[in-house]
């Protein structure tokens, strides 16, 4: 099994359930950018530098880059040398981000460890999942939008009652689809293409389906 494993996907995708799904398998490492901020927010032992470039950040200043490749580098090599397998998802959206992401993986000899799966979504079902999808607002669990979850209130891990969120909202999701949908993917997909790292699960399946072609791929 490949020790890195990037998922990639339009929003909707169903990427973060099947990242949550291969954690509880498998007990990857999930390397989530927004945890990390979080993590180094509540730290009041944090590195100075770092947390007054998370602090502009907060202000609504540019986002610091080289913040959260450090955090996320970091994390990454602590999880890979106690060895535990990572997993990322959504936290490459550029090319750019991409690369800076190999060099890395090459500078700590990780390079042939790197498996990218690519859960393909049109933009279309992106939009009808995001805008009838529940999160839990105590956990974290993301129910997706399908016929027989739609009558479903109540969280199946922590029986919270479940919210729409509130950037669902229909402008919101046509303007996250037009940022970080299939024509802002596809040469992000590309370079992996490109590099051999890249394989694809049809995503317009259900969970179940998509799980069992994901696991397949990682074995
Ligand atoms: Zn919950």
């Known amino acids: 099994m490949k020790r890195i494993i990037i998922l990639m996907g339009v929003p909707g995708s169903g990427k973060g ?12 490492a999930h390397i989530s950018t ?3 901020l979080r993590a180094l927010d509540a730290d ?12 502009e950040m907060k202000a609504g200043k540019l986002v610091s ?3 959260i490749y450090k955090l996320a580098f970091t994390e ?25 992401y ?38 974290g669990f993301i129910l997706p939008y399908s016929p027989e979850n739609e009558m479903k209130t109540d969280c199946p891990e922590c029986s919270e009652k479940l919210i729409i969120r509130s950037d669902d909202n229909p402008e919101t999701i046509q ?23 890249l ?9 179940e389906t998509v799980d069992v072609k994901v696991v397949k791929l990682l074995s």
């Open 34 to 36: 927004g945890d990390l």
């Open 44 to 55: 009041p032992n944090g590195d100075k530098d770092d947390k007054a470039k998370l602090a």
């Open 102 to 139: 190999e060099d890395f993986f090459s500078s700590i000899g990780m390079s042939e460890e790197v498996i990218v799966i690519e859960i393909s979504l049109s933009d279309e079902t992106s939009y009808n999942r995001l805008t009838k999808r529940k999160v839990c607002p105590t956990c």
């Open 175 to 197: 303007k996250r689809i037009k940022e970080q949908g299939n024509v802002a993917l596809q040469p992000i997909l590309e370079y992996y293409r490109e590099k051999g790292e």
């Open 65 to 67: 880059d080289d913040l």
């Open 17 to 28: 359930t099947q990242a949550r799904k291969l954690v509880q398998k498998f007990d990857f």
């Open 76 to 100: 990454i090599k602590k999880n890979l040398d106690a060895g535990k397998n990572v997993i990322l998802d959504g936290a490459i959206r550029t090319v750019e981000q991409a690369k800076k």
């Open 199 to 207: 394989f694809s699960v049809d995503g317009e399946r259900d969970i």
